[in-house]
């Protein structure tokens, strides 16, 4: 058969170029290396015997903007959850801790609780009242073509303090000055350090990048909770793909992809032997150092690195805190655990010099506490609950010398940090397996390099780029080109790639079709 496009690899960016292409009336060839499509936006069973369906790797959504589910008339939902955070601390010997959620009066009154009085409130509504013009005012150019830097800067001529504190200067500088309390630094420092190894004051500004990206989604910056699990976004964009005529294959290997003048060959191994196709273009939904290995090319230096712990759990019932705070509220948003300013650059420094931090960095959220659909109706009856913990500043070099027994060593340390804030034991909630195991799993960078092709571990294939050209010849292209005409990127390494947003593969499609 005559392909009009061939897409390597069947992550949920892979499928959402598959969608809009197929739905234009392209023959489309999707080539998955896994058994299911998706990549690390799946639902899985991990835990023999323990009928919840996890979201195993991606856990929220909030870069996939609404345009792209209305225009592929997903059958999706992504619902918001009423508490933002909550953070666990010991102040003047007491535990205490601050609550973030969408009511005012009840943050206020959590902010006043912790510090004394309202400024740190104060300071916390300044700053994302600041921030929330980011993500108005640039999320709508992540669907067209790429502005040039000026003309992004042109949006912020009104708040031009708010585009030199982003972009033009280290996102410790901003926090520093804008806010006192250590404690509130740390919760919006945070942002900036998801699947980033940096400091907050690293001039590189990694850490403000990864920041932009993680307040900008859908004009808002609102995480969202995909119900049914992560799963439900893959199989929607599945879904219409195939409905649309998209031929999707898994456990098809890619091998080799050679470009020609008029078309790219892509050589791709299965269970009945070799195979080869032909497409006037190739979109690789891959990172670009496993591009680069495809078409027998030098790897982009430098190489990509990971940088933290994906923990799964299902817990018999949530744990009690030592604050008194309900559970059901704690665990509802983002949970902090040692994210003050000083801890989380202390843990940066620590993990720089080759050790593991004295205290690991984390955070954690139940998703059943808003969608317990994942859950059978027999576990939601007992009462059970997931929670899933990102460990931060843990970045692949510490773990290299022996994957497995490393991540033993960070996932005790880092359990122990989040159990110093409980008012029990973490064991004596945690459920079993058939098999009478703790239903906990930890991933390292190496894991997820093995499970899901990333190199290094790197959840956004590469260190995240600026979502605008940077140079002339960027500008009004759609961000997905390569050195050869006839290979595009589609995947997370695109600028504007990164986490579940579908709009490198939406990108890419725009590309393909001539849209502007």
């Given amino acids: 058969m005559q392909w009009d496009a061939i897409i390597v690899g069947g992550g949920h960016n892979g499928l959402t170029a598959a969608a809009y292409l197929s739905l234009a009336g392209q023959r489309v060839l999707v080539l998955e290396r896994l058994d299911e499509t998706g990549g690390a936006a799946v639902s899985e069973r991990p835990f023999r015997g323990v009928?919840?369906?996890?979201?195993?790797?991606?856990?929220?959504?909030?870069?996939?903007?609404?345009?792209?589910?209305?225009?592929?008339?997903?059958?999706?939902?992504?619902?918001?959850?009423?508490?933002s955070s909550y953070t666990p601390a010991t102040?003047?010997?007491?535990?205490?801790?601050?609550?973030?959620?969408?009511?005012?009066?009840?943050?206020?009154?959590?902010?006043?609780?912790?510090?004394?009085?309202?400024?740190?409130?104060?300071?916390?509504?300044?700053?994302?009242?600041?921030?929330?013009?980011?993500?108005?005012?640039?999320?709508?150019?992540?669907?067209?073509?790429?502005?040039?830097?000026?003309?992004?800067?042109?949006?912020?001529?009104?708040?031009?303090?708010?585009?030199?504190?982003?972009?033009?200067?280290?996102?410790?500088?901003?926090i520093e000055h804008a806010i006192d309390d250590d404690l509130v630094r740390g919760i919006v420092l945070t942002d900036g350090?998801?699947?980033?190894?940096?400091?907050?004051?690293?001039?590189?500004?990694?850490?403000?990048r990864c920041f932009l990206y993680h307040v900008v989604g859908d004009s808002t910056g609102d995480w969202k909770v995909p119900i049914g699990g992560m799963g439900t976004v893959s199989a929607a964009l599945h879904g219409v793909a195939a409905r649309a005529g998209a031929e999707i294959l898994t456990r098809a290997d890619v091998l080799a992809i050679q470009p020609g003048v008029d078309a790219a060959d892509v050589?791709?191994?299965?269970?009945?032997?070799?195979?080869?196709?032909?497409?006037?273009?190739?979109?690789?939904?891959?990172?670009?150092?496993?591009?680069?290995?495809?078409?027998?090319?030098v790897a982009p230096t430098p190489a990509p690195e990971g940088a933290q712990l994906k923990v799964n759990m299902v817990v018999k019932r949530l744990p009690k805190l030592k604050s008194g705070r309900d559970p059901q509220e704690a665990f509802a948003g983002t949970l902090h655990i040692d994210e003050g300013y000083d801890q989380l650059e202390a843990a940066f420094r620590q993990a720089s010099a080759g050790?593991?931090?004295?205290?690991?960095?984390?955070?954690?959220y139940c998703h059943t506490l808003t969608d317990p659909s994942i859950l059978s109706p027999e576990l939601r009856k007992q009462g059970y609950h997931t929670l899933t913990l990102f460990g931060l500043h843990a970045p692949a070099r510490l773990f290299a010398d022996d994957p497995k027994a490393r991540t033993a060593e960070y996932l005790e340390r880092t359990l122990a940090g989040f159990e110093a804030y409980l008012a029990e034991p973490l064991l004596d909630v945690i459920a079993l397996d058939q098999d009478g195991r703790p239903c906990i799993e930890a991933?390292?960078?190496?894991?997820?390099?093995?499970?899901?092709?990333?190199?290094?571990?790197?959840?956004?294939?590469?260190d995240l780029q600026w979502p605008w050209a940077e140079s002339e010849l960027?500008?009004?292209?759609?961000?997905?080109?390569?050195?050869?005409?006839?290979?595009?990127?589609?995947?997370?390494?695109a600028r504007r790639g990164g986490a579940v947003s579908g709009i490198a593969g939406r990108s890419a499609a725009m590309h393909v079709l001539g849209r502007r």
């Fill in 51 to 83: 009928d919840v369906r996890l979201s195993r790797y991606a856990y929220l959504v909030s870069l996939l903007p609404t345009e792209i589910i209305d225009e592929l008339a997903l059958p999706l939902e992504l619902r918001s959850r009423d508490i």
């Fill in 91 to 174: 102040r003047d010997g007491r535990d205490t801790g601050l609550l973030v959620g969408r009511h005012a009066a009840t943050s206020a009154r959590s902010f006043r609780s912790l510090t004394g009085n309202d400024q740190a409130w104060e300071q916390w509504q300044q700053f994302y009242a600041e921030s929330g013009e980011v993500a108005r005012r640039l999320a709508p150019t992540l669907l067209g073509t790429l502005p040039s830097k000026a003309d992004a800067k042109a949006l912020f001529h009104d708040l031009p303090h708010v585009w030199d504190a982003l972009v033009e200067q280290p996102l410790g500088h901003w």
């Fill in 193 to 208: 350090l998801i699947g980033t190894f940096a400091g907050a004051n690293d001039h590189s500004l990694a850490q403000n």
């Fill in 267 to 297: 050589t791709w191994r299965t269970a009945d032997g070799e195979h080869t196709a032909s497409a006037p273009v190739v979109l690789a939904n891959v990172a670009p150092a496993t591009l680069a290995a495809l078409l027998g090319e």
């Fill in 355 to 364: 050790k593991f931090p004295t205290l690991p960095p984390s955070e954690l």
């Fill in 443 to 462: 991933k390292c960078p190496q894991d997820l390099e093995e499970s899901l092709g990333l190199p290094g571990g790197n959840i956004f294939h590469r």
């Fill in 474 to 493: 960027e500008v009004g292209r759609w961000g997905v080109e390569t050195h050869h005409e006839r290979v595009l990127l589609c995947g997370s390494g």
